[in-house]
Nanobody
Framework: QVQLVESGGGLVQAGGSLRLSCAAS????????MGWFRQDPGKEREFVAA????????VYVDSVKGRFTISRDNAKNTVTLQMNSLKPEDTAVYYC??????????????????WGQGTQVTVSS
């Protein structure tokens, strides 16, 4: 059974940092892109960042460029999102996901097959 478990969310003041981690189990995902999305209640799920299976290619939504960094450890089957200089508008539930295809990484939710349960990030002003 495939399972993705996020951790590291919480409450932080604006300007602070959080580090989200996602551990995958049930199969090896080293040959697939991995990504992070976020969703506020009543809004569409939004792409945040994604990384290719080999690691060197990463893409980000414009609003987080220069503040967030995505990385992965294929040996541990994990993906991490380092979030710095957080803003109140970063508040959302953050989800990690594994790509549906080996090519990528995709910036749309349709490009991802497996999803975690989400972790809440709240940034206070």
């Amino acid at each position: 059974q495939v399972q993705l478990v996020e951790s590291g969310g919480g409450l932080v003041q604006a300007g602070g940092s959080l580090r989200l981690s996602c551990a995958a189990s049930g199969r090896t995902f080293s040959n697939y892109p991995m990504g992070w999305f976020r969703q506020d209640p009543g809004k569409e799920r939004e792409f945040v960042a994604a990384i290719s299976w080999s690691g060197p290619s990463a893409v980000y939504v414009d609003s987080v460029k220069g503040r967030f960094t995505i990385s992965r450890d294929n040996a541990k089957n994990t993906v991490t999102l380092q979030m710095n200089s957080l803003k109140p508008e970063d508040t959302a539930v953050y989800y990690c996901a594994v790509g549906r295809f080996r090519a990528g990484p995709s910036t749309t939710s349709r490009g991802y097959e497996y999803w975690g349960q989400g972790t809440q990030v709240t940034v206070s002003s």
